[in-house]
Structures are given as C-alpha cells and as structure tokens.
C-alpha cells in the first residue's frame, strides 16, 4: 500500500484518519482511510480541517502538502457512512467541510496538493482548492454528483467555472466527464503531471524549493491573488499598495536587496 509521506517527516501530531508531519518548514496533511479509498466520513472530516488549522497556525511551517495514502486521493463522501437527509447533508458542508476547505485557501501559505489515482466529488473540491496541483499521470478528476441526483458541492461550483469558464465547467459536472491528467494539464486544472512512482518526490521537493522563498512575500501574494476576485480593479491596486508596504517594511526584502546586489542566495526568515 502506497504511504504518502516524506522519508525524514516526523510526526508531530495524530489523528483517527489523517497523518500530519512537520519537516523542512513543510506540514504534510495525509488522507489516511486507504480501506476506504479516503472517502470522507465525520472523523475525516473534522480530522482534515483540525490538522490543515494546525498546519496554518505552527509559525514552523512554510509549505503544506495535501496527500493521501493509497491508491487514490479521494472517492469523495463516504455514502456507506449512511446517506444524509437534507438537514445533515447541510451541516457536513457549512459545519465540517467548509473548516477544512477555507483552512486551506485562507491560510497565509502555499498549500500544494498531491493527486494519484482519483479526486472524485468533494475529494475534487479539495485537491483544487489548493494553490498548487501535482497530478501522476494516471490519475483523473471526477464530479459523479447529477448520476445521483445531486449538485457538484464543496465550493467545486465557485472554482471550475473560474478556472476553465462555466460551458465547460458545467459540462463537466452534468456528463460526469472523466477528466485525465493530460486533460487536466491542458484545460489549466492543475499545474504538473509526474510519473505515477514520482508523485510524493516531485510534490515535496516543489515544496521545497518554496520553503525557501520569502514567506511573506508569498503569504501576502496568495490574500492577494485570493482576494481580488472580489474586488474591482481600482480596490486590487489599493490592496496591493497596502501589502506591498508589509513586504518593503520587512526584513526578508531587505535580504532579497542585499543578497541581489551581493550575488548570493537569500536567506529568508519570514520577519
């Protein structure tokens, strides 16, 4: 069985169904019901949102990497869990989905998911709520939610027509089209697709190489980026004149300067 962590990861702390590891200034947030094929249940749920807060809180941590061990990432919710009523299936999204998916695009770090074998339903909501995807090349994205009578959920309904443009997007979810990775590349889903056996290695070394760039300098790129979706033109240039004065008061662009001017690697300290 395939275990998605990193060689010299420590764990730091332990969940019913999540593996959670700090090192390097990398957390790596693992989806650990493979016997399930990471379907998520309650425990699943409230456990994934606890560790990605925990991730976003530890000052320790640049990097987050979303995972799972497996053959895949995730087959979506947990219907052998029991099927909810209209009342239940509204407080597993607002009371336990939601946590998880707003630590992650909320959270002042790059969080980069890892994909293998499939991201289906709202196991697809979370593999693209990422700032960054790494796909194995034979993985696929899957939204089965209309052959059960169902929208797709997870905030997939506010993500897909931004990335690819609603005609697609709604295609996609009403024909349950079965999306490759090659597809996925093509159509901007995600941002690289690695040999199936170099998944986990190619993820955390990506990781690694942003772990040590400038943390605020990439905090306040992703609230801005993030933002200014829902702003207009003119308040995106206020908000970035106001970040900018974070990153030009701080220490780490003085190192960047200097570090440019001496012709050597920066050493960033997040202050």
Same mark, same amino acid.
């Given at each position: 069985? @395939?275990?998605? %962590? ?5 764990? #730091? ?8 590891? #700090? ?8 989806? +650990?019901?493979?016997?399930?094929? +990471?379907?998520?249940?309650?425990? =699943? ?30 087959? &979506? ?13 509204? @407080? ?18 790059? #969080?980069? !998911?890892?994909?293998?074998? !499939?991201?289906? *339903? ?19 994205? =899957? ?5 059960? &009578?169902? $929208?797709?959920? *997870? ?32 159509? *901007? /889903? ?13 993820? @955390?070394?990506?990781?690694? !190489? /942003? ?8 905090? /306040? ?17 206020? @908000? ?7 990153? $030009? ?7 960047? #300067?200097?570090?440019? =001017? ?8 997040? %202050?």
């Amino acid at each position: 069985m @395939h275990r998605a %962590r990193s060689p010299e990861a420590v764990p #730091v702390s332990s969940y019913q169904t999540v593996d959670y590891a #700090v090192a390097d200034g990398i957390a790596t947030v693992t989806l +650990n019901r493979p016997e399930a094929m +990471n379907a998520f249940n309650e425990a =699943l749920r409230n456990d994934l949102a606890a560790a990605l807060q925990a991730a976003a809180d530890d000052t320790d941590v640049r990097v987050v990497v979303l995972a799972a061990n497996g053959r895949v990432f995730s087959a &979506g919710a947990d219907l052998k869990a029991g099927f909810p009523d209209g009342a239940a299936v509204r @407080h597993q999204l607002r009371e336990e989905y939601k946590p998880g998916l707003l630590a992650i695009v909320e959270m002042d770090k790059p #969080v980069i !998911s890892a994909v293998q074998g !499939s991201a289906s *339903g709202i196991g697809l909501s979370f593999a693209l709520a990422a700032d960054l995807v790494v796909m194995a090349q034979s993985a696929f994205l =899957l939204l089965p939610f209309s052959n059960i &009578g169902l $929208i797709p959920d *997870g905030g997939a309904n506010w993500m897909l027509p931004r990335d690819i443009g609603y005609r697609r997007a709604f295609q996609i979810a009403v024909e349950n089209e079965r999306l490759p990775a090659a597809r996925c590349l093509e159509l *901007g /889903l995600v941002n690289r697709v690695v040999a199936d056996e170099r998944l986990l290695e190619e993820t @955390h070394a990506w990781a690694k !190489s /942003l772990a040590a760039r400038a943390p605020i300098a990439l905090a /306040l790129t992703k609230r801005a980026m993030r933002r200014a979706a829902q702003m207009s033109f003119a308040q995106a240039i206020d @908000h970035e004149a106001e970040l900018q004065a974070q990153c $030009i008061d701080s220490e780490d662009c003085r190192e960047g #300067v200097m570090a440019f =001017l001496e012709k050597r690697k920066a050493k960033f300290t997040g %202050r």
